[in-house]
């Protein structure tokens, strides 16, 4: 992670902050004449470079996850991890809940570099498209990659995926507090905040109540968050 984010393609965006203020538009395609995705899928050295490092990330928030969501794991058959990377997270979802049927979904190019894992399929496909019809969708860290109408068509496609009366969607993502106590986890969501702003096309970190608007206009208008020891949140939402 420390190594992606000290890397030259991801330092530059900063310095253009001044000219998106001017102009509009957004610092990393200013940077790169193209938005992150795009330049990770005609760029494969830095392709592998982003995957390790967000392999890295799940190795470190995988156990928090899978040992404070027991009693949401136990009742799933079926588990697609939309945006899953190389699947490392979903590899130990289901390493320890071996009863689940897991699926890692991702770019074409990134699960074209994807390490077969025990219970675990790969499938390459478009999000914003459709996405593998499962008991429940799992989606860690994405949400906050994109704008709010980005969103909202990415949870609609989740609705579509999973059961209408027993479906879910498990969001890891950072809640934000609408008014900080100034302690090391708000000055941790402003820092994430404002890595979106420079990386992204509009992504950003969102409040409880910026989660409610989006869950709710995306199909899921029941959630609950669920703290966990680690600086993203659970957020188990359902169908109406």
């Known amino acids: 992670m420390v190594l992606m984010q000290n890397h030259a393609n991801l330092l530059v965006p900063w310095h ?20 992150i995705w795009a330049f990770a899928s005609q760029n494969p050295d830095f ?11 799940s190795r470190i928030m995988s156990k928090a996850i899978v040992s404070a969501y ?18 490392r997270t979903m590899a130990e979802i289901v ?17 074209a570099t994807a390490p077969a894992y025990d219970g675990v399929s790969h499938i390459g496909g478009d999000m914003f498209e459709g996405i ?5 969708v799992f989606i860690k860290w994405i949400l906050h990659d994109w704008d709010d ?26 809640v934000l507090k609408a008014k900080g106590n100034d302690n090391i986890f ?7 905040d404002m890595v979106m702003l420079a990386l992204t096309e509009g992504g950003k970190e969102r409040t409880d109540k910026e ?12 959630y609950k968050i669920i703290n966990i020891p680690a600086v993203a949140s659970i957020i188990e939402a359902y169908p109406e």
Do not use: Q
């Open 95 to 111: 390493k320890a809940y071996p009863h689940i049927k897991g699926i890692n979904f991702d770019l074409p190019h990134v699960i």
């Open 132 to 136: 593998p019809n499962a008991d429940a």
């Open 70 to 87: 027991k009693d949401g794991f136990g009742s799933v058959k079926s588990l697609v991890d939309v945006g899953g990377g190389t699947g």
């Open 149 to 174: 109408e980005y969103c909202v068509k990415i949870l609609k496609n989740c609705r579509k995926a999973v059961p209408e009366k027993s479906g879910k969607v498990i969001i890891i993502d950072m």
């Open 47 to 57: 392709n592998k470079l982003f995957n390790d490092a967000m392999e890295c990330s």
């Open 186 to 192: 708000d000055e941790i969501g402003m820092m994430f």
């Open 211 to 222: 989660w409610k608007k989006i869950l709710k206009e995306g199909g899921f208008p029941r």
């Open 16 to 35: 253009c902050f001044s000219g998106c203020v001017k102009e509009g538009g957004f610092a990393f395609n200013k940077a790169h004449g193209s938005g």
